[in-house]
């Protein structure tokens, strides 16, 4: 079975700079998705950025970057440039061979002005 | 385009009620998959309908169950509702199910069991 670790419960950051939310996963599956989603308070799933397990390359999406470290088991979320709005909860999740998706804890994100 | 939507927003149910959520995805997707969100267990897989039949679910007792209509609108259902129902629960949809690239989610109806 797939499980997805997110060990910061909140993390807090100044406006402009970066962030790395940090997200490790377990699975046996030899193929497999990892998936970033932002939830505002208003409480719908946004997707954000996919890397698949036999990506050459880290997944980016304009301010979104993936860090993926497959002997390690990671895929954290880098934001870059963090606004207000980013300002919301958090979520790594993964696909395998189940076809449905598991969700970690999540990682309440703060920006400061 | 519309986006995913989700009837009603907000309800309130006593023990033992039943209850049914309803799904609208984005025209043209034929999956609908259904998640339960709560403070203590986060969120979790309920089950997946495609082209009217459930092709997956998760571990939730019998008292939850689903449907899907041609149109592809979904409707879950939990009957005998115990105050650990109390939940947001959120529908998405996707074309075929197997591009989560595109799966959209709708935002949620948020339950409370009193």
């Known amino acids: 079975a797939q499980k997805i670790t997110q060990t910061q419960p909140g993390m807090f950051v100044q406006e402009k700079e970066a962030v790395t939310l940090d997200c490790t996963y377990d699975?046996?599956?030899?193929?497999?998705?990892l998936f970033w989603y932002k939830q505002p308070s208003s409480g719908e799933m946004i997707f954000l950025i996919y890397?698949?397990?036999?990506?050459?390359q880290n997944a980016t999406e304009g301010r979104y970057s993936l860090n993926f470290q497959k002997a390690r088991k990671s895929a954290n979320l880098v934001i870059s440039a963090s606004q207000l709005g980013d300002s919301a909860m958090y979520f790594c999740?993964?696909?395998?061979?189940?076809?449905?998706?598991?969700f970690g804890k999540g990682t309440k994100l703060t920006v400061n002005p | 385009k519309a986006g995913v939507t989700q009837t009603p927003r907000y309800l309130i149910k006593t023990r033992g009620q039943q209850v049914t959520l309803s799904c609208s995805p984005i025209s043209g997707h034929r999956s609908v998959s259904w998640y339960q969100q709560t403070p203590g267990q986060g969120l979790q897989f309920l089950f997946e309908y495609f082209s009217e039949t459930q092709r997956n679910k998760g571990n939730f007792p019998g008292r939850f169950s689903g449907r899907q209509f041609s149109n592809s609108r979904s409707e879950m259902n939990v009957s005998t509702l115990e105050l650990g129902d109390s939940a947001l629960y959120l529908c998405?949809?996707?074309?075929?199910?197997?591009?989560?690239?595109?799966?959209?989610f709708g935002p949620g109806t948020r339950l409370t069991v009193l």
């Open positions: 998405a949809s996707s074309l075929d199910g197997t591009d989560y690239n595109e799966q959209f």
């Open positions: 699975t046996s599956d030899p193929s497999y998705g």
């Open positions: 999740a993964t696909l395998g061979g189940s076809e449905k998706l598991v």
């Open positions: 890397q698949g397990s036999y990506d050459q």
